[in-house]
């Protein structure tokens, strides 16, 4: 399914850009969910100096590597926010 | 998880009273693994419906939790084993913050007379003066704020990570 709509890429292409925080109760079980279902939702990346950022789907990923699974489903997105104003104006003055 | 959003899990300060006796500024990963957080301090109060006023419920790929918000959004899962809370675990997004939302997460977590615990694991407590200064140390925030800035500052560590 994912193959006809998004690209497979090797995890070793992607580069994460995050830790893992999910407990690891939260991620065996996101594991025992991606042997029965594979990857369901395509890793979002973004491409920055000829490398694949991942901008969502860290878990995801690192799951699929600790599983020995080569490939994932990828989507490259655009960098999402450099058209916002800068993200302190969106914390209420109140609060700073 | 994305980049975008700045994660928390929410820990029973009690429980975290027993293990250490006072409140740590911050938990090794394996104690926050190991510890069964949860069991002695299970929530004893309607928190569905409270979350459910502030975030919609949503679908979710297991039937171990319940979710509300959105996925790439503002989320809070609440995991369970055998019906008991194991987890609660919470995504903000930081690219549309909502003062609103992080009074009514801090407000539940009061509730909850839990703490927060950082994706780098500092505990801190639920006020929302201090989640809004931590937010803003984040590096979901120094993504949202300035993206090419962010990957370009971090491109030598993230190629060897």
Known sequence: MFSQQFEMLKTSELLATHSITQSRRQFKKLKADIIQNGVREPIKYVVYQGEKFVVDGHHRLQAARDLRIHKVPAEEVQLPFLGYRNADDLIDTDVR | ?161
């Open chain 2, 1 to 161: 998880m994305a980049i975008w959003q700045y994660d928390l899990h929410l820990i029973p300060r009690k429980a975290i009273e027993d293990l250490f006796s006072t409140v740590p500024p911050s938990l090794a990963r394996k104690t926050f693994d190991e510890v069964a957080w949860w069991k002695n301090y299970q929530p004893v109060f309607d928190y569905e419906s409270e979350i459910g006023s502030f975030l919609s419920p949503r679908e979710f790929w297991s039937d171990e939790a319940k979710a509300w918000g959105e996925e790439d959004g503002t989320s809070i899962e609440v995991w369970f084993e055998q019906k008991l809370v194991t987890d609660i675990y919470v995504r903000i997004n930081v690219a549309s913050l909502d003062v609103n939302v992080l009074e009514k997460l801090t407000g539940l977590t009061a509730r909850c007379e839990a703490l927060f615990l950082t994706a780098d694991l500092e505990v801190i407590e639920p006020d929302l003066q201090n989640l809004t200064a931590h937010i803003k140390q984040s590096n979901a925030f120094r993504f949202v704020e300035n993206p090419e800035q962010f990957l370009s500052k971090n491109v030598d560590r993230l190629r060897v990570a």
